[in-house]
């Protein structure tokens, strides 16, 4: 993971908190560094949103192939066999 682009520190996020944030909403997503290794990460709302959005689609999508699999039976013959 190339983390060397939208880092900041635990202490930048303390001490610059608006800066962090508009980095965050610039980039959506600031990775927050503990020691130099990735403590936690900081997401813009309208990026986590997004991610949101992407993963009900994906959700979506696996119950609809579960769907599709299932044996269906015409309506025609569903009345028929009443």
Same mark, same amino acid.
């Given at each position: 993971?190339?983390?060397? &682009?939208? =880092?900041?520190? &635990? =202490?930048?996020?303390?001490? #610059? =908190?608006? #800066?962090?944030?508009?980095? +965050?909403? @610039? %980039? ?8 130099? #290794?990735? $403590? $936690? $990460?900081?997401?813009d709302? %309208?990026?986590?949103? +997004?991610?949101? @959005? $992407?993963? @009900? ?5 696996? @119950?609809?192939?579960? =769907? &599709? %699999?299932? !044996?269906? &039976?015409?309506l025609? !013959?569903? %009345?028929k066999?009443?």
């Open positions: 993971m190339d983390t060397s &682009i939208n =880092t900041s520190t &635990i =202490t930048d996020l303390r001490h #610059k =908190t608006n #800066k962090v944030l508009q980095k +965050a909403e @610039e %980039k959506g997503y600031v990775y927050l560094l503990r020691r130099s #290794k990735v $403590a $936690a $990460a900081v997401v709302v %309208k990026y986590l949103n +997004a991610l949101q @959005e $992407a993963y @009900e689609d994906y959700l979506d999508t696996l @119950e609809f192939d579960k =769907t &599709i %699999k299932l !044996k269906r &039976i015409p025609i !013959k569903a %009345k066999s009443k």
